[in-house]
């Protein structure tokens, strides 16, 4: 099956830094996914980018369908951006998502 | 838009007993829902696809028998898990696909911590 890494696993930033999150993925997809796990479990989309770039708010994503990564990025972070962030991947008309190994996000003040 | 709920969001049950899981589509109509299993501190693992009107598709490893999957309208999927042990402990969580447009972004419910003791 499709490989999804994630780096960094752990990232501690000081609140108001900017951070790149990297996934890397083994094969094409056409379902690429970026979430939010909040303390309670809780899975809130980020943003749907199987290709290209996509900006909300204070973060962007990129995904370069070709050399098979995506990039998140967050500017000027904030304590609430703590948590885990996912990156999931699907392929073919099923779909199913293959999640990323997760990056662990605490930001301080 | 594309909201998911489950049902309940926590239970603790006793070795041997049976828990049923609700997954809801509520502002939307879902043709596929998926389950996924998450231990503490790991990933989530796909479990199951679920299609209204026939039988779910498991991964491979989860025993279908002990996982049983429903999904009897667009809008509701339900796992039950049957006859739960110690090791059955975990945070299950479902998604649907929306797909207004031909996307296939997935939404997904708030989990469902399960306690076996």
């Known amino acids: 099956g499709i490989q999804v890494e994630q780096s960094p696993p752990d990232l501690i930033l000081q609140e108001g830094a900017n951070s790149t999150l990297r996934c890397n993925f083994s094969?094409?997809?056409?379902?690429l996914q970026w979430f939010h796990q909040n303390p309670w479990g809780q899975l809130i989309n980020l943003f749907y980018?199987?290709?290209g770039t996509k900006q909300n708010g204070r973060l962007s994503a990129t995904t370069v369908a070709t050399e098979r990564y995506s990039l998140l990025y967050i500017s000027s972070s904030q304590t609430t951006d703590s948590g885990v962030y996912f990156c999931a991947v699907g392929r073919g008309t099923a779909s199913k998502l293959t999640f990323g190994t997760g990056t662990r996000l605490q930001v301080t003040l | 838009g594309a909201v998911v709920s489950q049902h309940p969001s926590r239970v603790i049950c006793k070795s041997g007993t049976s828990v049923k899981i609700e997954c809801r589509s509520l502002?939307?109509?879902?043709?596929?829902m998926f389950w996924y299993r998450q231990f503490p501190k790991k990933s989530l693992m796909l479990m199951a696809t679920s299609n209204e009107g026939s039988k779910a598709t498991y991964e491979q490893g989860v025993e279908k028998d002990k996982f049983l999957i429903n999904h009897a309208s667009l809008t509701l999927s339900t796992l039950t898990v049957t006859s739960a042990h110690p090791e059955d402990s975990s945070f299950y969580i479902c998604s649907a696909s929306f797909a207004p447009s031909g996307s296939n972004e997935q939404f997904f419910g708030p989990g469902t911590r399960l306690t076996v003791l």
């Open positions: 094969d094409s997809v056409n379902n």
């Open positions: 980018i199987p290709s």
């Open positions: 502002d939307f109509q879902a043709t596929t």
